[in-house]
């Protein structure tokens, strides 16, 4: 099974949707037999590397509350992620533009490096309250990732570098009809929209891992002619 999972670096969401995907996972009997691969999805392309703003003042400019009620909102998503493990530290969060984290998990990836360095990036935003649009910031955490340093600085120096496939991944997703993540697609088939339940991840595991195991792998479109060799005989069936 193949789990395809487009995110957000500074999406709260999609932090708590990983989390939760993660313990289903961790209950799942056939879990050894299922890729996570994760898909760039950038809330605010347009975003500035330095807002000047805080969270809060995002938050409320964007959906036109008061500055209070953004710090009501922020502290229930807070505790939300609280009850998945995760400590979210709204006050000191350094919002920004993510397309520069983006290309980098591009090239972890290469490396085997994505699983680990998407979890760095969010735990560097939400937890440590780092700047990830700041390309020293992410040449500091790709080398606790196991990249090289020269090769993640020549990466970030090239704005081209990896763009492209950052660049597909959303354009994959524009297809898929994705609005907002976090968005799980499992084998191409089945989609979960938002950090759900931990229980409706254990559902949609069972459900595509019975459905796709019952289902044969290729449609028999054969006449009843069988022409094939078997079991060591080639024998042309006799007309009827």
């Given at each position: 099974m193949k789990i395809e999972v487009w995110s957000d670096y500074v999406c709260p969401f999609c932090y708590i949707g990983k989390r939760r995907l993660e313990e289903a996972l961790s209950q799942f009997?056939?879990?050894?037999?299922?890729?996570?691969?994760?898909?760039?999805?950038?809330?605010?392309?347009?975003?500035?590397?330095?807002?000047?703003?805080?969270?809060?003042e995002v938050l409320a400019k964007k959906y036109g509350m008061s500055i209070e009620q953004a710090k009501q909102a922020n502290q229930n998503v807070g505790q939300q992620a609280s009850t998945v493990g995760l400590t979210f530290n709204f006050d000191e969060m350094k919002p920004t533009n993510t397309f520069d984290a983006h290309r980098l998990a591009k090239f972890a990836k290469t490396k085997g490096k994505e699983a680990v360095i998407s979890e760095k990036l969010l735990k560097a935003y939400f937890t440590d309250s780092k700047h990830i649009g700041e390309h020293g910031t992410l040449v500091e955490i790709a080398v606790e990732a196991g990249l090289d340093r020269q090769e993640v600085m020549n990466v970030l120096a090239d704005k081209n570098s990896f763009a492209q496939d950052v660049r597909f991944d959303e354009s994959l997703a524009q297809q898929y009809g994705v609005r907002g993540v976090p968005y799980f697609v499992l084998n191409q088939k089945y989609a979960i929209s938002g950090a759900q339940p931990i229980e409706t991840f254990n559902g949609a595991l069972q459900k595509v891992w019975?459905?796709?195991?019952?289902?044969?792998?290729?449609?028999?479109?054969?006449?009843?002619?069988?022409?094939?060799?078997?079991?060591?005989?080639?024998?042309?069936?006799?007309?009827?």
């Open positions: 009997p056939h879990k050894e037999q299922v890729e996570v691969e994760f898909k760039s999805f950038e809330l605010d392309p347009n975003s500035p590397k330095n807002i000047g703003q805080n969270i809060h019975e459905e796709e195991s019952a289902s044969p792998v290729l449609q028999d479109l054969s006449t009843d002619d069988d022409v094939s060799c078997e079991d060591g005989s080639c024998v042309i069936p006799e007309k009827k």
